[in-house]
């Protein structure tokens, strides 16, 4: 019988989360190169893995979710999810799903995109 560690699944997580992370830097540099410009390889894959642990932390799992949540932190700033006032605010209801709270962020962002 195979045996798998702990050690070695938290190896596999590592390696998943990584390779993820890597899409994303990719799929951000084609869709937001301005905000990429100044990044090296290996510092857009580290900040894009701390984008996908904070979007999981709210709850937020599917691809989708994970990219719309990584392309708000590369329009709002890295980070605006606990930084901002209002998106603290919006990801702190327990009242609304977590697509629903992505959608509400996604919502407010456009107004203070648009400095309304």
Same mark, same amino acid.
């Given at each position: ?9 938290? *190896?596999? =997580? ?6 993820? *992370?890597?899409?994303?830097? =990719? ?29 999981? *932390? ?33 990801? *702190? ?24």
């Amino acid at each position: 019988m195979l045996v798998i560690t702990h050690s070695q699944m938290t *190896a596999f =997580r590592q390696a998943r989360l990584t390779d993820f *992370a890597e899409q994303l830097a =990719r799929r951000a540099r084609r869709i937001h190169p301005d905000a990429t410009a100044g990044l090296d390889d290996t510092r857009l894959v580290a900040m894009m893995e701390a984008v996908i642990k904070a979007a999981r *932390a709210r709850g937020l799992r599917r691809q989708s979710h994970l990219e719309r949540f990584s392309d708000l932190s590369m329009t709002l700033g890295f980070g605006f999810e606990s930084k901002e006032t209002w998106a603290r605010a919006i990801f *702190a209801n327990r009242g609304m799903s977590a697509a629903d709270r992505l959608r509400e962020a996604e919502a407010s962002a456009v107004f203070i995109i648009r400095g309304a």
